[in-house]
């Protein structure tokens, strides 16, 4: 399981996440290629996804096509729900549980067209996927504090081209935000 430390140098809450070392890391310096191979967030690989969070769909049932805009929990999450905090201090150390959420917000079935190219409808619609995911996460608790963010093309630490952001939400609220 993920756990945060306090960083003592920084006083800054560190997420450390040894389970995302098994993501794939074929990325370098070199130019960006296009995918090879099958794409997990395309329209009809939906069950090699993990359970949709949230869908905007025109047609099809749960974990099917049909789909516009789907939020589903990261593969390699930083943070998991699942669990409790369990803060607690080690010798001159700080730690608790890595809980909190880690998602895709997967932005549109369109792989090569990137979010600016859509409708302003359909970027209405990942803008309200960012929403309702937040306000649903507002709701626990345990979470202080939720970003979400963009990373494009693979030197910009994406692991996958598909268009997509991802959201996290963190049991702390970091000090530069504070």
Not at 138 to 156: E, P, Q
Request: charged content about 25%.
């Amino acid at each position: 399981m993920p756990e945060l430390r306090r960083d003592l140098v920084t006083n800054r809450w560190v997420v450390i996440a040894t389970e995302r070392a098994q993501r794939p890391t074929d990325f370098g310096s070199e130019p960006v290629e296009p995918d090879k191979g099958v794409c997990v967030l395309c329209p009809g690989h939906e069950k090699m996804t993990p359970p949709e969070l949230w869908v905007a769909r025109d047609s099809g049932g749960p974990n099917q096509p049909g789909w516009k805009v789907r939020v589903v929990p990261n593969k390699f999450p930083a943070l998991r729900v699942e669990g409790t905090l369990d803060a607690e201090g080690e010798g001159i150390y700080d730690r608790m549980n890595g809980i909190g959420a880690h998602e895709v917000i997967i932005e549109s079935p369109d792989h090569t067209r990137p979010l600016e190219e859509h409708s302003v409808e359909h970027i209405s619609l990942v803008l309200t996927a960012y929403k309702d995911r937040t306000l649903d996460l507002h709701r626990d608790s345990r979470l202080r504090y939720i970003l979400i963010f963009k990373n494009v093309g693979r030197l910009a630490g994406a692991t996958l081209s598909h268009g997509h952001s991802q959201l996290i939400a963190t049991p702390v609220t970091p000090s530069a935000i504070k």
